[in-house]
């Protein structure tokens, strides 16, 4: 994805399809996401066998159909296999179903799922929602969990931040994951939305649910991120080292591969303390990581670390890295043959970011001058340990031996993680230690949005009812934001019980369709409903809208 901006026909697709509200109902549906299961490692998301368990009573559908294939009882498991184009079903180990041709979906009446034997966290996993069994183009499957966006929340919010960080630091968690579900940076394939891992975001399902991080979910109920009425890529990382990265230095565009990628308004890299100013000098960033500045991040053991290797050890890292690295397409200069390698005569800097994130480097050996792009290529063909380094945030110290040969190379870093967004230590810091709210929280780390409900099209045509969005609300105020560029006079709304009629000609500039309406007075502390009608008008106009309940610092 280039930009989080999409333009309107893309806007009103989204909202319209992909958030699945519905004009004709009175209360707008839930959200639903499709999320790829992998094994026990992670590292496998399509299977040609798996067995169903269940802590109820469940129902086998093929395809589309609305008619069950079979009926289970939570006391019996059922097999899936798939061969030559074909499903086999074998239930309670005796019951078989053969040459079903069409995907399988499974619902559950009550009680979760689960596929024996996989683990999370040293339990058997379990899901809330439906499992769907899709084929793949390889002769497999992938298991799809299509589970409610809020259900799912409650799943990756403790899994990705420790419940010790604070209630406001969960909520904040809450918040961008929310925004990741909807708008991830990627969506390789087709068939689900999201991977159960740390390729999206960690979501381990039922198992794994804490009382205090469901709460943070429900108390941020229905609110996103909003910059210019779009929902933004809310990326966000473990440790910082004091400072955060712009979102084009670190990443490449995902449909180009061209780096650096393009820059995206929200994602601008931050000190912790402005006395910092910009890291992308070489001898402010040594000074910067050789030493102990203060930092909302300086609670996370990774907020400095340093590494070592002896000269013959960093050659025979190399010799694989770089190979393993070669697909990324941010290597240039080596041959990828092992032994066309030479030895390492010096490492130097090329470019960096804000953060003093590297974006590139130069290893210079007898025999070839290689760059390395990009802070995750960097990480992993720098690796210590058989594992990547925590961060491109680092310098390198050149140790010589007593003939003046280069004899080790350390690396003296900070920080975890890709550097772009929310730090989550750095957030858990200003929750417990400075006392701030989530939406604090965010505006620190995201420039220049709102939180806000998801943005709406709302059609003005006399078949169409109330649209209702529901979210939650804990200072009382919010802002209604209405983007009226087909001049329609008045917008009805009930908010929380109370109706009104909002006259859209008062107060209305030339020069903007925005209007901004005050409706703090309607607003509780906790859930709130709000529900759109636009009076009958011509069937092909429509206006924007969304609720603010935090606006742009």
């Not at 004091?242 to 230095?249: D, F, I």
């Not at 994602?267 to 910092?276: A, W």
């Not at 006079?489 to 369709?513: R, W």
């Given at each position: 994805?280039?930009k989080?901006r999409?333009n ?10 992909g958030l ?7 209360h707008q ?10 094994d ?5 998301f399509?299977?040609?066998?798996i067995?169903i ?11 589309s159909s609305s ?5 289970v009882?939570q ?6 296999k798939f ?18 041709r069409?995907?399988i979906?499974?619902k559950c ?9 996989l683990q999370r966290?040293g ?6 929602g439906?499992f ?5 183009n ?11 966006l ?12 420790p ?7 969960l ?18 394939f ?5 991977f ?5 975001q960690?979501?381990?399902g ?7 991080s469901?709460?943070?979910?429900k108390?941020t109920e ?16 473990s440790?910082?080292?004091?400072h955060t990265?712009n979102?084009?230095n670190a990443?490449?565009?995902p449909?180009?591969?061209?780096f ?8 601008k890299g931050r000190?912790d ?5 910009n ?12 030493s102990?500045?203060?930092?909302f991040?300086?609670e ?5 670390w340093q590494r070592?290797w002896?000269i013959?050890?960093?050659?025979n890292?190399?010799?694989t890295?770089?190979?393993?690295q070669k697909?990324?397409g ?15 005569q010096?490492?130097?800097v090329?470019?960096r970011?804000?953060?003093g994130?590297?974006?590139?480097l ?16 960097i990480r ?14 680092f310098?390198?110290e050149?140790?010589?031996d007593n003939?003046?040969?280069?004899a080790?190379?350390i690396?003296?870093g900070?920080?975890?993680g ?5 730090s989550?230590?750095g ?7 400075l006392g701030k ?14 939180v806000?409900?998801?943005p ?9 009812n ?8 804990t200072k009382?105020?919010?802002t209604?934001?209405?983007?009226n ?6 917008l009805?709304?009930?908010i ?10 008062a ?11 005050d409706?703090?007075?309607y607003?509780?502390?906790?859930s709130?409903s709000?529900s759109f ?5 011509a ?7 969304y ?7």
């Amino acid at each position: 994805m280039t930009k989080v901006r999409v333009n309107f026909t893309v806007l009103l697709t989204i909202i319209l399809m992909g958030l699945r509200l519905d004009c004709q109902a009175s209360h707008q549906k839930q959200q639903s996401v499709r999320v790829a299961i992998s094994d026990n490692q992670f590292k496998e998301f399509a299977y040609n066998e798996i067995e169903i368990i269940a802590t109820g009573e469940y129902s086998l559908y093929e395809g589309s159909s609305s008619i069950p294939l079979a009926k289970v009882s939570q006391s019996q498991t059922t097999k899936i296999k798939f061969a030559n184009g074909n499903f086999t079903i074998v239930i309670g180990g005796n019951k078989c179903l053969k040459n079903i041709r069409e995907n399988i979906v499974i619902k559950c009446t009550n009680g979760f799922f689960g596929v024996k034997n996989l683990q999370r966290l040293g339990k058997q996993a379990l899901y809330r929602g439906n499992f769907e069994i899709t084929k793949t183009n390889d002769g497999r499957f992938f298991l799809v969990n299509i589970v409610d966006l809020e259900d799912y929340l409650k799943s990756v919010v403790p899994n990705e931040m420790p419940i010790k960080f604070g209630f406001e630091a969960l909520k904040a968690q809450a918040v961008v994951a929310r925004n990741y579900a909807l708008m991830p940076r990627t969506k390789n394939f087709g068939e689900f939305d999201l991977f159960d891992s740390v390729a999206s975001q960690v979501y381990f399902g039922t198992n794994t649910e804490h009382q205090t991080s469901n709460q943070a979910v429900k108390e941020t109920e229905g609110l996103v991120l909003l910059h210019n009425w779009d929902i933004i890529l809310a990326l966000y990382f473990s440790t910082s080292c004091g400072h955060t990265e712009n979102y084009e230095n670190a990443f490449a565009d995902p449909k180009t591969n061209v780096f650096p990628g393009s820059p995206l308004p929200h994602l601008k890299g931050r000190p912790d303390n402005p006395k910092i100013g910009n890291l992308g000098n070489e001898d402010t960033a040594r000074r910067f990581f050789e030493s102990l500045p203060k930092s909302f991040d300086c609670e996370s053991r990774y907020f400095r670390w340093q590494r070592e290797w002896d000269i013959q050890e960093l050659k025979n890292i190399l010799k694989t890295s770089l190979v393993e690295q070669k697909a990324s397409g941010f290597i240039d200069g080596f041959s990828f043959k092992p032994s066309d390698l030479g030895n390492i005569q010096r490492i130097s800097v090329k470019r960096r970011g804000v953060s003093g994130q590297i974006m590139e480097l130069i290893i210079w050996t007898t025999k070839q001058k290689i760059s390395i792009k990009k802070e995750l290529v960097i990480r992993r063909v720098f690796k210590k340990d058989d594992a990547a380094l925590p961060s491109a945030n680092f310098v390198l110290e050149h140790i010589k031996d007593n003939n003046g040969n280069l004899a080790k190379i350390i690396a003296h870093g900070g920080g975890f993680g890709h550097a772009v967004g929310m730090s989550q230590y750095g957030a858990g810091f200003m929750a417990t230690h400075l006392g701030k709210s989530f939406d604090q929280i965010l505006q620190w780390y995201y420039r220049g949005v709102s939180v806000a409900t998801i943005p709406i099209v709302l059609p003005a045509d006399k078949t169409q009812n109330m649209v209702t969005q529901n979210f939650y609300a804990t200072k009382k105020t919010a802002t209604l934001v209405i983007d009226n560029k087909f001049n329609i006079p008045s917008l009805q709304a009930t908010i929380n019980g109370k109706k009104l009629n909002l006259d859209l000609t008062a107060n209305s500039s030339p020069s903007s369709s925005i209007h901004r309406i005050d409706i703090s007075r309607y607003i509780k502390n906790g859930s709130n409903s709000v529900s759109f009608h636009i009076p009958n008008v011509a069937r092909d106009k429509s206006v924007k809208l969304y609720v603010e309940i935090s606006k742009p610092e």
